[in-house]
């Protein structure tokens, strides 16, 4: 079945960096887009970064351009959000989506505190 398992969440300062994966399986990787969801408590959930199945498509929510960056390796079925400059705003759980389907992961929790 298809599952999707994030990881590389946790305690950050504000203005560090952190590097999310979500790793992918049961499902033929290389040809799916993916997204990066986030969701703060008590907000809306939103949408982050998309990358198409080649990776050669990206999209992003304007509150992260230039700061965070989607990746994919589709050699180990994981895509990849490296963040950068975080602020206050970013803690959340983050969630990566095939978008085909509508499959989600558990999640990985960012924290940002100083």
């Known amino acids: 079945q298809v599952q999707l398992v994030e990881s590389g969440g946790g305690l950050v300062q504000p203005g560090g960096s952190l590097r999310l994966s979500c790793v992918a399986s049961?499902?033929?990787?290389?040809?799916?887009?993916i997204a990066w969801h986030r969701q703060g408590t008590g907000k809306k959930r939103e949408l982050v970064a998309i990358i198409s199945s080649s990776g050669s498509r990206l999209n992003y929510a304007d509150a992260v351009k230039g700061r965070f960056t989607i990746s994919r390796d589709n050699a180990k079925n994981t895509v990849f959000l490296q963040m950068n400059s975080l602020k206050d705003e970013v803690a959340a759980g983050y969630y990566c989506q095939r978008i085909l389907g509508d499959y989600w992961g558990q999640g990985t929790q960012v924290t940002v505190s100083s």
């Open positions: 049961g499902f033929t990787f290389s040809g799916h887009a």
